[in-house]
């Protein structure tokens, strides 16, 4: 299984860059670009703050597909 997250389109719908995303959840820009790319699986917490961030649910942002 493949995680596909929808970060990119959310932050741009919020005018959010990724330093601002990575800021407001205690992470670095790097570790938004690894989770927009796909290599990175976020921990629960993290996943449930960028949700809270971004006004939406940890379900909208984060989907699992089959590879």
């Given at each position: 299984m493949?995680?596909?997250?929808?970060?990119?389109?959310?932050r741009?719908?919020?005018?959010?860059t990724?330093e601002?995303?990575?800021?407001?959840?205690?992470?670095?820009?790097?570790t938004?670009v690894?989770?927009?790319?796909?290599?990175y699986?976020?921990?629960l917490?993290?996943?449930?703050?960028?949700?809270?961030?971004?006004?939406?649910?940890?379900?909208?942002?984060?989907?699992?597909v089959?590879d």
């Open positions: 493949k995680l596909v997250t929808k970060i990119k389109e959310y741009a719908k919020q005018d959010i990724q601002q995303l990575a800021a407001m959840v205690g992470v670095r820009r790097e938004i690894h989770l927009e790319g796909g290599r699986n976020p921990s917490r993290l996943a449930m703050d960028i949700a809270r961030v971004l006004g939406t649910s940890v379900e909208e942002i984060f989907t699992f089959e």
